[in-house]
């Protein structure tokens, strides 16, 4: 387990920018949400305007293939508050994913997700955080995805927030 500290985390942002995977990385270090919450992630489910989603849904693979699940718990379905930076991001990201759809037509798979492969099809989270994995190496840094809710969480205890 590692966590990030604000430097290192800036210095990730940075690196990954202009990729694919730059927006599920800020949501995922400055929410603390799971990889397959992330993925799982509709647009119905963000308020833009309210700063927040609702976590409802998480992707897991099966022997059927990859299908949604609910949390178990009451405490996994929860409001999560988006700082202005995700929102941000999330506004171009919105822009970008309507461009691929456009340029995809027919093909395009519209489920709704956030995080999408390009074709619109959900984005299996051994193939993201293998991506993931590959990219970061490239650039130097060596985290497992799960590693980024660590690093949330580390960077609410150095700010007093209460666990």
């Known amino acids: 387990m590692k966590a990030l500290d604000e430097r290192q985390l800036l210095s990730l942002f940075a690196a990954i920018r202009q990729t694919r995977h730059y927006v599920a990385v800020l949501l995922a270090a400055l929410t603390g949400m799971r990889l397959g919450e992330i993925l799982a992630l509709k647009w119905s489910d963000i308020d833009l305007d309210c700063r927040e989603c609702q976590v409802v849904r998480s992707v897991q693979k099966t022997d059927e293939g990859l299908s949604f699940k609910t949390p178990k718990t009451r ?16 506004k171009v990201h919105r822009a970008q994913q309507n461009e691929e759809r456009l340029l995809m037509g027919p093909g395009y798979q519209d489920l709704d997700l956030v995080f999408a492969r390009p074709d619109g099809s959900i984005w299996p989270p051994m193939q993201f955080s293998g991506d993931f994995r590959r990219l970061i190496r490239r650039r130097g840094f060596n985290i497992r995805f799960h590693d980024l809710r660590h690093t949330h969480a580390s960077q609410l205890l150095k700010a007093g927030v209460p666990i």
């Open 75 to 90: 405490r996994g379905r929860r409001t999560v508050l988006l700082p202005d930076l995700a929102v941000k991001a999330l």
